[in-house]
């Protein structure tokens, strides 16, 4: 009795791909993907439309300044107010990005929510 490899190797291809499509392609998908499309979103009903790479450098920022910000103790509206100002000096000196205080928000408030949680 002689042995089709082919199909046999067929079809553990074909299985080897549906699980990976049904179990490991979740994990890998980056999450912050959602957030660089929500800022792209964001930043075009401002009336701002820039390149994939530059939005990432622009919510990279803006999770930088949120993250510091964290470290201070203010109350959470005099930190959105500071990290407004310093997210609009660190554009404005890093990229030569001179954005709306209405754009600034909504990145500091896109950055805000892809922090972890804190007891």
Not at 31 to 48: D, H, Q, R, S, V
Not at 70 to 90: A, D, M
Request: charged share 25%.
């Amino acid at each position: 009795m002689n042995i089709d490899w082919n199909i046999i190797i067929g079809t553990g291809v074909v299985f080897g791909l549906f699980i990976f499509l049904i179990y490991v392609k979740p994990f890998l998908k980056n999450k912050n993907m959602e957030y660089y499309e929500e800022l792209e979103l964001a930043l075009l009903i401002c009336g701002f439309a820039f390149r994939d790479e530059k939005l990432k450098k622009i919510f990279n920022v803006g999770l930088d300044v949120v993250t510091q910000l964290e470290k201070l103790s203010l109350s959470p509206s005099e930190k959105h107010i500071q990290g407004v100002k310093y997210l609009s000096i660190r554009l404005l000196d890093e990229f030569s990005i001179n954005l709306s205080e209405e754009a600034l928000d909504i990145i500091i408030r896109i950055a805000v929510k892809t922090l972890p949680p804190t007891n």
